[in-house]
C-alpha cells in the first residue's frame, strides 16, 4: 500500500469554526490531490497540488484552501466551516507522467468530518 | 467537458454469477481509463488500468476493455464473491496531461450473497 496517513480521520465541528485536514505522504510522489466523497456524486477534485507551494483549484474548491510547504504534506483548510461541507475527504497522490501514460492516483484512508 | 457514466446501482448477484458494470464516458483525445474499487471504510484502491484503446486491464479476475468505438470501459468478472462486496468507480484521465487529474464516475454498489 502507497504511504499515504491521513489525519484526523474522524471529526465532528461546529459552523463557522476553521479546519485543516492533514496528508502525510513517504513517498516522494509530486502530485497530491483532495477529494470530497458524496452520495450520487462521487469524488470530486477540491484541489491539487504538482510541487512545494505550486497548486491548483479543481472543480469544488469554493471555500476551501490548501497548503504544500513541503512535498510529504498537504493540507486541506476550511476557513469557515458550514453544513454543506459534512463530507468524507480523501487524500490521493501519483507519481509524474511518464511517456505520455497516465500515472493513476492512490489513496487514503479518508477522514469523515462532520460539521453540526 | 470530460465526464464519466456508470451504471446505477446497486447490483445484487448471487455469489458466484457474471458481473458487468457498464461505464462510457465523454472525452476529447485519447483518455487513460481507470476502474477503482472502494470497501466499507477504506479507501479507493486501484483495480485495473488500460491507456490506449483495445488495451484489456485485468486483475484479480476483474477485466475491462478499453473501447474507443463505443467509449466504454466495462468491468466484467466471470464469478464473484461475496468478498467482491464493494463500491466500484470508473475514472479517466487526460491522456498525456501532467498533473494525471482524475474524472469519476457516481459508482456502483455491488453486493454479492452467499
Known amino acids: 500500500d502507497a504511504g499515504i496517513t491521513q489525519s484526523p480521520r474522524h471529526k465532528v465541528t461546529e459552523t463557522g469554526t476553521p479546519v485543516t485536514l492533514r496528508c502525510h505522504q513517504t513517498e516522494n510522489h509530486r502530485y497530491m490531490y483532495w477529494y470530497r466523497q458524496d452520495p450520487g456524486h462521487g469524488l470530486r477534485l477540491i484541489h491539487y497540488?504538482?510541487?512545494?507551494?505550486?497548486?491548483d483549484k479543481g472543480e469544488v474548491s469554493d471555500g476551501y484552501s490548501v497548503s504544500r510547504s513541503k512535498t510529504e504534506d498537504f493540507l486541506l483548510t476550511l476557513e469557515s466551516a458550514t453544513s454543506s461541507q459534512t463530507s468524507v475527504y480523501f487524500c490521493?497522490?501519483?507519481?509524474?507522467?511518464?511517456?505520455?501514460?497516465?500515472?493513476?492516483?492512490?489513496f487514503g484512508d479518508g477522514t469523515r468530518l462532520s460539521i453540526l | 467537458g470530460n465526464s464519466v457514466t456508470q451504471m446505477e446501482g446497486p447490483v445484487t448477484l448471487s455469489e458466484e454469477a457474471f458481473l458487468t458494470i457498464n461505464c462510457t464516458y465523454t472525452a476529447t483525445g485519447y483518455p487513460s481509463l481507470f476502474w477503482y474499487v472502494q470497501y466499507p471504510g477504506e479507501g479507493l484502491q486501484l483495480l485495473l488500468k488500460a491507456t490506449k484503446a483495445d488495451d484489456k486491464g485485468s486483475n484479480k479476475g476483474f477485466e475491462a476493455t478499453y473501447r474507443k468505438e463505443t467509449t466504454s470501459f466495462h468491468l466484467e468478472k466471470g464469478s464473484v464473491q461475496v468478498s467482491d462486496s464493494a463500491v466500484y468507480f470508473c475514472?479517466?484521465?487526460?491522456?498525456?496531461?501532467?498533473?494525471?487529474?482524475?474524472?469519476f464516475g457516481t459508482g456502483t454498489l455491488l453486493a454479492v450473497q452467499p
Open positions: 475514472a479517466l484521465s487526460d491522456r498525456g496531461g501532467a498533473t494525471n487529474k482524475l474524472i
Open positions: 497540488s504538482y510541487g512545494v507551494k505550486d497548486t
Open positions: 490521493a497522490i501519483s507519481e509524474s507522467s511518464a511517456g505520455g501514460s497516465n500515472q493513476p492516483q492512490h
